[in-house]
């Protein structure tokens, strides 16, 4: 949507092909889009990848954290490894990419978002580590707003709720192997929550809770705090749709 916009973009993923992909999709003349491959759970990447930005540009204004991985597996079942993949990835990738990009975002009096999930409200069964590693961005954006407000940066962040997945999506199973995710009730589709992204940063939003089951339960979290953990420990701790949905 920034590229139909006329924005310059740059995207980054692990995965060469995929890159191209998405790059051939949405601008198929190379004109606006640039892939970038990184891995954001290695810090020097991530300097690397600001650097490229740089130079290509010289200037950077809207940062949005989107890469992250979910898992699934109670917290008995989860293998060491992927706790440690969890927090690399979904909270240190951030904060690393965030890090780097710091000073030109400073210049621009630019906007770093954090995609972030409802698990990050309040922890869900099955997915402890990815609930966790989405809640610790809640405090480092608060951190982070904190100490950048006096320079103009707006730090958002955003709860995704559930979304429409690729179909080739993977997660972590809780051993560690990559397993295909299995059947979703799907409530949004990637352009709403992509949408919804982008407006969040147009109206420099601090914190956006999406769908409407999203905004209920955080209403819930807040109001009926008691309540609302009973009900997941009675309900969502026996639901599949934890056990097989994995974000
Ligand atoms: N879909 C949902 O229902 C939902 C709900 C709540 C929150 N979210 C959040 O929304 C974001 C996107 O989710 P999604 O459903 O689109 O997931 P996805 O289909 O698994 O895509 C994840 C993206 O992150 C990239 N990525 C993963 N690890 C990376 C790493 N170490 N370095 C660089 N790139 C990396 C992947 O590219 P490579 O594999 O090529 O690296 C891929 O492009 C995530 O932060 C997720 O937690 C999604």
Do not use: M, S
């Given at each position: 949507m920034y590229v139909q916009r006329g924005d310059i973009v740059f995207i980054c993923g692990r995965n060469r092909e995929s890159l191209e992909h998405a790059v051939h999709a949405i601008d198929?003349?190379?004109?606006r889009l640039f892939g970038i491959q990184a891995d954001i759970s290695d810090a020097p990447s991530c300097e690397r990848v600001v650097a490229e930005i740089a130079n290509a540009q010289?200037?950077?204004d809207i940062l949005i954290n989107n890469a992250g991985m979910a898992m699934r597996g109670t917290v008995l079942e989860t293998s060491f490894e992927v706790m440690d993949a969890m927090v690399r990835i979904n909270m240190l990738g951030s904060a690393y990419m965030t890090r780097s990009a710091l000073p030109l975002l400073i210049a621009s009096r630019g906007s770093v978002i954090f995609v972030s999930s409802l698990a990050a409200l309040h922890g869900l069964p099955r997915i402890a580590l990815y609930a966790a590693s989405k809640g610790a961005l809640t405090a480092f954006s608060q951190s982070l707003r904190a100490e950048v407000a006096p320079a103009g940066v707006h730090v958002g962040i955003v709860h995704v709720g559930f979304t429409e997945n690729d179909p080739d999506k993977v997660v972590y199973a809780a051993n560690g192997s990559l397993v295909p995710l299995a059947g979703r009730r799907n409530s949004q589709t990637q352009q709403e929550t992509a949408k919804a992204i982008i407006r969040s940063v147009d109206r420099r939003k601090n914190v956006v809770v999406l769908t409407p089951s999203g905004k209920l339960a955080a209403f819930a979290y807040r109001g009926f705090p008691r309540l609302a953990d009973w009900m997941i420990c009675t309900f969502a701790a026996k639901s599949r749709q934890y056990a097989e949905n994995g974000n």
């Open positions: 198929p003349e190379g004109t010289g200037r950077l």
